[in-house]
């Protein structure tokens, strides 16, 4: 029994099992770290040596703080916090969900080109768009703010936003034309032989079975764009655009203290993805069911008319025999 016990099986799944546990830990303890600085007052965070894991006396002070009245500094008077975050989350909304309609719509339409239609050079600019997937935007940041400045596009919103459009359009038609190809050509054909044109099929047919890439390239977008602080940091200047990425890191210069720099942390990093996280889980089934259903039911549709148009087409060529 100590053999079987302790056989290969056994050596194998303790070592799979205390590599997910290292790395779990490696994930979560950083995130584990800025909730406990988050919550701890500012004597626990400055006692040496750090000796408690939790706070003795939990307070939510540091998030009331950086909504409200902003740090106050030794010799008086308070630190901007409040305005700059506040105006930090609007244009990180703004240009996130901004961004993520444009690309989603930009990469669902273009991403149906390539998966259905033909056109000359349509290998080319499909093998050029993967090209410039893995090529890193950074070798074109001098040309590209040279270029917004020239469009008078520098520090504005809208600037930024066409600027993240550009970085994400690549991967998201790549996604979209992938995700196309996967539906049956046969129910397009079927829908144009009842009579639909063009439009038609998209709007009942691709669009509703797309449905589920659809939202994955919105929520990648989202995100990507929600995390990114590079690209903020050399289009933007001034608060007026900054997003919240570009915020925390001016937060420094005020010397807020470590208790309100974890809690900008956590809001920045945690609120838009948990968010997005519990909205996709919840709705995880419910995209699973406007899939399986609407391929269910349009498939079943225009298979009983395309059976019935090959009997028709069977019958008169064997009567024309």
Excluded at 30 to 59: C, G
Excluded at 109 to 129: E, N, P, S
């Amino acid at each position: 029994m100590r053999r079987t016990f302790f056989g290969p099986k056994f050596r194998r799944q303790v070592l799979i099992y205390s590599g997910c546990i290292a790395v779990l830990f490696w994930v979560l303890a950083p995130i584990y770290w800025l909730v406990v600085s988050s919550i701890s007052t500012r004597t626990e965070l400055y006692a040496k040596p750090y000796k408690i894991w939790f706070p003795t006396q939990p307070t939510l002070q540091h998030y009331i703080t950086l909504f409200t009245s902003g740090a106050e500094y030794r010799s008086g008077g308070f630190s901007p916090t409040a305005g700059l975050i506040g105006a930090g989350m609007r244009n990180s909304l703004i240009i996130g969900i901004g961004s993520a309609v444009l690309v989603t719509l930009f990469s669902t339409g273009a991403g149906y080109i390539f998966a259905r239609m033909r056109f000359r050079g349509k290998q080319f600019a499909f093998y050029f768009l993967m090209l410039l997937m893995p090529l890193p935007l950074w070798v074109a940041l001098i040309a590209l703010f040279f270029l917004m400045t020239q469009l008078k596009l520098l520090d504005t919103l809208s600037g930024l936003t066409i600027v993240f459009v550009v970085f994400l359009a690549p991967l998201s038609i790549w996604l979209m034309s992938t995700f196309i190809r996967d539906i049956p050509v046969e129910i397009e054909e079927a829908a144009f032989v009842d009579g639909c044109d063009r439009w038609q099929v998209l709007a009942r047919i691709v669009f509703p079975l797309a449905r589920p890439g659809i939202i994955a390239v919105f929520l990648v977008a989202l995100l990507s764009t929600w995390n990114n602080f590079l690209i903020p940091l050399i289009f933007t200047r001034t608060s007026s655009s900054e997003p919240l990425t570009v915020v925390r890191g001016r937060l420094g210069r005020y010397g807020c203290g470590c208790g309100i720099d974890d809690a900008t942390a956590l809001t920045h990093g945690l609120v838009l993805p948990t968010l997005s996280g519990t909205w996709f889980n919840n709705g995880r089934s419910q995209i699973i069911h406007w899939g399986y259903c609407g391929y269910s039911r349009i498939a079943e549709q225009y298979d009983v008319r395309r059976k019935n148009w090959t009997v028709i087409l069977t019958g008169i060529l064997k009567k024309s025999a």
